[in-house]
């Protein structure tokens, strides 16, 4: 179809994406939601989540040099179909804090050379509105206070209103605090740090502000300097304004297929309800848990598409590459490779659990991100666990998805794979074997006598938790299967079940497995035959669940259990 619009896979400039034919999921009747809320506004989501976009259609929207052209940007869309009065009423300054960084050295000259670039080109924006005096001083000063503050006199006298909008505005912070440490960090957001002492003059200079991040903690540093800003990230009017709902991916995927270029057999439900397991099931506010409504990770979402279009199939790896980037620098940002006893128990339970039960704290300075109570919430913010449930007065944060908890295993495939004791080409090899022919014991001895050559670092892996975890971790290796921890079933959760991937690989057999673990002082002959007889009732009412009858889509069902007895796998058979 000639004049088919293109897939707008890492395109984040709204009037080009207007301008260039691209395709374009409507979030413009989110604009007169946030009108109605106070005039400076925080909103902070994940990564990949169409922050960027928005604020870019949002400055489109706004900015009265771009009135002339609001039929052609916006006249299709809901809010070119319902304008609302701030509709370009501003002169909109820009600034993205994820260009400003460098080293140590030059922290603060980094800082104030982006900031002036910024108020530069707003200033030769809007020249024509300001004395000529003045543009000439804004351009002349290299100080990025000096000229806010030119501008924000000179606008004062003429009544210009100003509207200011930040993306990734705790991105420089981040940075610091991931590469610098708490002390750099604390002086340039406490006192009369720079960064923290240039917030303070959007202080009653701007009618309207938005700020765009990842994380709250510059947010709760900054209050005290910056003490004007409102979160809305929780907010249930705005827990959809960015990712995509369902009914965003099926039309989108209807407007391809109509076009002729998606396959014309392809189902578009089935390819959803092959996504949801790995990109959906974002809720951001607890009144929403109500609704069956969740989020997509948008980027996710195009990635997938986009091989479809070229390749007439899904990815054979769901999960981006591009998203090894964003891994690396949350483990920078949590600071994964230095947990603590406390946080490194909050991770293995949710590895192995799937969620924790926690308190949302909505926002928290950058001392309290080690302590264990903050944690979820942290993870939270990053998109590493979402809402779920409520538990009393706590609420249920879960892994969202599979492309997420990917992430997790592989902070344990990390914490394991520094001491050398599995080999994965061997592993990949023997999962085929336990895919294709059935043959599951060759595998899982060669895993469990993986786990006991990690006897000599016991001392920082040892009992049944981290028997689940490097379970977790290797099995999720397998290409044939989702590894599921802890599914919910009829009798309870098995430990493991591994769930066939037939879209892309054909399994013939498929298994739960359960583990057991017993100390070595706790070991008698009884104890182990008791521990062995409670685990085959466990494994075979789980086994009875309708549930598992639809999950191994008529792949053979193998029941395994494994009982450990210190590091040494004791027994393994079928039941």
């Known amino acids: 179809m000639e004049g088919i619009r293109q897939i707008p896979y890492g395109v984040s400039n709204f009037v080009s994406i207007r301008e260039d034919n691209l395709y374009y999921i409507d979030k413009t009747m989110y604009l007169a939601e946030l009108e109605s809320q106070p005039r400076t506004l925080i909103f902070i989501r994940p990564r990949r989540f169409g922050k960027s976009l928005f604020i870019s259609m949002m400055q489109a929207y706004y900015d009265k040099a771009m009135a002339g052209r609001f039929d052609e940007l916006f006249g299709d869309l809901w809010v070119g179909k319902h304008p609302t009065p701030l509709r370009n009423r501003y002169q909109v300054m820009y600034f993205d804090y994820s260009r400003a960084g460098g080293t140590i050295e030059r922290l603060e000259e980094n800082f104030n050379e982006y900031s002036c670039g910024c108020i530069d080109s707003f200033i030769e924006q809007y020249k024509d509105d300001y004395p000529e005096r003045i543009v000439d001083k804004v351009l002349q000063t290299n100080s990025a206070r000096a000229k806010l503050n030119l501008i924000n006199n000179s606008a004062q006298t003429l009544r210009i209103p100003l509207y200011l909008i930040i993306d990734e505005y705790d991105n420089f912070t981040n940075i610091v605090l991931n590469e610098e440490g708490e002390a750099v960090y604390h002086a340039i957001t406490h006192a009369n740090g720079f960064y923290r002492d240039f917030f303070k003059l959007f202080k009653g200079m701007f009618e309207r502000i938005f700020l765009t991040g990842v994380s709250p903690v510059t947010l709760d540093d900054l209050t005290s300097g910056f003490n004007i800003g409102w979160n809305v990230s929780m907010n249930p009017e705005l827990d959809k304004m960015l990712g995509f709902s369902t009914e965003d991916v099926r039309d989108m995927f209807t407007y391809y297929k109509d076009g002729g270029m998606l396959p014309p057999d392809s189902d578009i439900e089935a390819m959803i309800d092959e996504m949801k397991p790995w990109y959906d099931n974002y ?59 406390d946080r490194k128990g909050v991770m293995l339970e949710i590895i192995e659990k799937g969620e924790i039960k926690a308190t949302l704290i909505p926002s928290f300075s950058a001392m309290e991100m080690t302590k264990p109570d903050i944690f979820p919430s942290l993870l939270f913010y990053y998109g590493m666990l979402t809402i779920k449930g409520k538990y009393g007065p706590l609420l249920i944060l879960g892994i969202p998805n599979n492309n997420v908890r990917k992430q997790y295993y592989n902070y344990i495939l990390e914490k394991y794979d520094q001491y050398e004791v599995i080999r994965v080409t061997s592993l990949r090899i023997a999962f085929i074997g336990m895919a294709v022919d059935g043959n599951w014991r060759e595998c899982l001895q060669y895993m469990a006598d993986c786990y006991k050559n990690l006897s000599s670092v016991r001392d920082s892996i040892e009992g049944e938790r981290n028997i689940q975890g490097f379970f977790l971790a290797y099995l999720n290796l397998n290409d044939y299967y989702y590894t599921a921890p802890e599914v919910e079933v009829a009798h309870g959760y098995c430990d493991f079940f591994l769930l066939p991937n037939l879209t892309h690989y054909q399994a013939n057999h498929s298994y739960i497995l359960e583990l057991k673990y017993m100390s070595k002082k706790d070991y008698t002959e009884e104890a182990a035959e008791q521990q062995w007889q409670e685990a085959v009732a466990q494994i075979n009412g789980y086994a009875e669940a309708p549930r598992v009858e639809a999950l191994r889509q008529g792949t053979q069902m193998h029941k395994i259990v494994m009982q450990f007895v210190g590091w040494e796998l004791l027994r393994m058979d079928e039941v």
């Open 283 to 341: 809720c951001f506010a607890e009144e929403c848990l109500e609704s069956d409504v969740r989020v997509f990770n948008c980027d996710m979402v195009m990635y997938y598409l986009r091989s479809y279009v070229t390749s007439g199939h899904a990815p054979k790896i769901m999960l981006d590459p591009n998203t090894k980037t964003d891994y690396n620098k949350l483990k920078g940002l949590i600071r994964l490779d230095k947990l603590d006893g």
